[in-house]
């Protein structure tokens, strides 16, 4: 079926481990996304990329690493893992500029728990 | 700097009454405002929007209201159901801009 799959679902890892979190859509949409969510701060943008090879940085970009070699793949990376980074983070994707005809399409989440 | 902001982290409600949820912005640039619901294990689901040239839009049992002068939305649902018991965000973008920001959200509780 078409859509947004993330993985893995659940990750359990270290202070100061290397870990990717991926993303890939079926749907050849040109914008990609990455948000966290964590309470009391609802959805916050990590990255974004507008096409393959094209990203940019969201409101909370620190401690991660993204790429974009192809427009159907938005993998994210945390370079050395840190508590503040235990979250829910999700990715979107988006036919167009994100508008009131272009909503986001949500992937199921991966909650990363770093110990 | 919390530029959409959901004061009501909750809200409970009986089924078949009306459900309320607001939200608040202060970006005057904002043009496009999105509803997202969102089920526990799950992904945000875009549920309605509307753009700043509109004050209403109505989807079915869903409405949403803008006032932009009060820089105020909020989302209508009219039956509520049990299965409409979930977490709702309000987001909203400039034109132009290509990302969302997104309110803390309101958990809706539908009770039979």
């Known amino acids: 079926d078409a859509g947004i799959t993330q993985s893995p679902r659940y990750k359990i890892t270290e202070t100061g481990r290397q870990v990717t979190l991926m993303c890939h859509q079926t749907?050849?949409?040109?914008?990609m996304f990455w948000y966290r969510q964590d309470l009391g701060h609802g959805l916050r943008l990590i990255y974004y990329?507008?096409?393959?090879?094209?990203?940019d940085k969201g409101e909370v970009p620190d401690g991660y690493v993204v790429s974009r070699s192809k427009t159907e793949n938005f993998p994210l990376t945390l370079e050395s893992a840190t508590r503040s980074q235990t979250s829910v983070y999700f990715c979107a994707s988006s036919e167009e500029e994100v508008g009131s005809n272009s909503p986001l399409h949500f992937g199921n989440g991966t909650r990363l728990t770093v110990t | 700097d919390q530029q959409v902001k959901q004061n009501s982290p909750s809200l409970s409600v009986q089924e078949g009454r009306i459900s309320i949820l607001n939200c608040d912005y202060t970006?005057?640039?904002?043009?496009?405002f999105l509803w997202y619901k969102k089920y526990p294990a799950e992904g945000p689901t875009f549920l309605i929007s509307i753009s700043s040239i509109k004050d209403k839009n109505e989807d079915g049992r869903f409405t949403v209201f803008l006032n932009k002068s009060a820089k105020h939305l909020s989302l209508h649902i009219v039956p509520s159901q049990p299965g409409d018991s979930a977490v709702y965000f309000c987001?909203?973008?400039?034109?132009?801009?290509?990302?969302?920001?997104f309110g803390q959200g309101t958990i809706l509780t539908v009770h039979p």
């Open positions: 990329s507008a096409a393959a090879d094209i990203t």
């Open positions: 749907w050849s949409h040109s914008y």
């Open positions: 970006n005057s640039m904002f043009d496009y």
């Open positions: 987001a909203a973008t400039p034109r132009g801009y290509g990302k969302l920001t």
